[in-house]
C-alpha cells in the first residue's frame, strides 16, 4: 500500500499536515477532503502545488 504525507506552504515555509494519507478529495473550491489510515477524514482549505510520488509527499499551499 502506498501512503501520502502531506505537507502545507504559507508564505514559503512548510509544516507537515497529514501521514500516512490513503485518500485525497477536491470538494469544492479550495476545500480538500484528506483521509488517513488511521485518523479519519479532515477537511482542509488550499490547493494541490506539488504531487511527489517518488517522495511519497504533496504539497499544498495556503494563503496568508
Known sequence: MCQMRIVKE???VEEQLFEDV???E???EGRLAIT???G???EV???IQIIDFNAGRLVIRQNG
Do not use: D, K
Open 26 to 28: 477536491v470538494t469544492g
Open 22 to 24: 490513503t485518500r485525497l
Open 10 to 12: 504559507t508564505a514559503g
Open 36 to 38: 488517513s489510515l488511521f
Open 40 to 42: 479519519g477524514t479532515a
Open 45 to 47: 482549505e488550499g490547493q
